[in-house]
T-cell receptor, first 111, second 115 residues
Framework: SQQGEEDPQALSIQEGENATMNCSYKTSINNLQWYRQNSGRGLVHLILIRSNEREKHSGRLRVTLDTSKKSSSLLITASRAADTASYFCATDSNAGNMLTFGGGTRLMVKP | KAGVTQTPRYLIKTRGQQVTLSCSPISGHRSVSWYQQTPGQGLQFLFEYFSETQRNKGNFPGRFSGRQFSNSRSEMNVSTLELGDSALYLC??????????????FGAGSRLTVL
């Protein structure tokens, strides 16, 4: 079963705008990751934030984590048409070597 | 370095048949995981193998099985196919000892359609 939910389910913005996606989860975690998926293909790892971190940056990506609220957000700044994809958060708990994925946010960036 | 390779990429089966999907992990990766992705249920964990041993299994019926070979290549099998088994099956590999972080590298997936 899915760990939590992502919000919004779909997001449409213009190129150059920022995109923010939110993820909520249910159980305690070791870390939280964000993955990207293009058109039903494989997922690509974007960024990982550990449970003792509050914010992390990687290029145009910024991830925040609030363990008290069991939530995370992914911000993509200055979006490009090539950022059009589905974005998934995934949590890594103590339940073995498995990730539990959220439902995903479909992002469309219009040129 | 070659990525995770899954074969076949697309296949069509009929109800009651069985299917075998193959996954070759990144060279040196000993952990292989399988996930099922459907529009209704999203991404769900199937199982994980490490050094030919199943370490973890998701909440799927016994029709879903897998194995891993000594070269870390993995196969998953679904028997007595049902319409609901139509999905994208994703394989992912992970480097052991990656500081406890379960960062996965995914293959492109095998899209199974059951008619």
């Amino acid at each position: 079963s899915q760990q939590g939910e992502e919000d919004p389910q779909a997001l449409s913005i213009q190129e150059g705008e920022n995109a923010t996606m939110n993820c909520s989860y249910k159980t305690s975690i070791n870390n939280l990751q964000w993955y990207r998926q293009n058109s039903g293909r494989g997922l690509v790892h974007l960024i990982l934030i550990r449970s003792n971190e509050r914010e992390k940056h990687s290029g145009r990506l910024r991830v925040t984590l609030d363990t008290s609220k069991k939530s995370s957000s992914l911000l993509i700044t200055a979006s490009r048409a090539a950022d059009t994809a589905s974005y998934f958060c995934a949590t890594d708990s103590n339940a073995g070597n498995m990730l539990t994925f959220g439902g995903g946010t479909r992002l469309m960036v219009k040129p | 370095k070659a990525g995770v390779t899954q074969t076949p990429r697309y296949l069509i089966k009929t109800r009651g048949q069985q299917v075998t999907l193959s996954c070759s992990p990144i060279s040196g990766h000993r952990s292989v995981s399988w996930y099922q992705q459907t529009p209704g249920q999203g991404l769900q964990f199937l199982f994980e193998y490490f050094s030919e041993t199943q370490r973890n299994k998701g909440n799927f019926p016994g029709r879903f099985s897998g194995r891993q070979f000594s070269n870390s290549r993995s196969e998953m099998n679904v028997s007595t196919l049902e319409l609901g088994d139509s999905a994208l099956y994703l394989c992912a590999s992970r480097a052991s000892g990656s500081l406890g972080a379960n960062v996965l590298t995914f293959g492109a997936g095998s899209r199974l359609t059951v008619l």
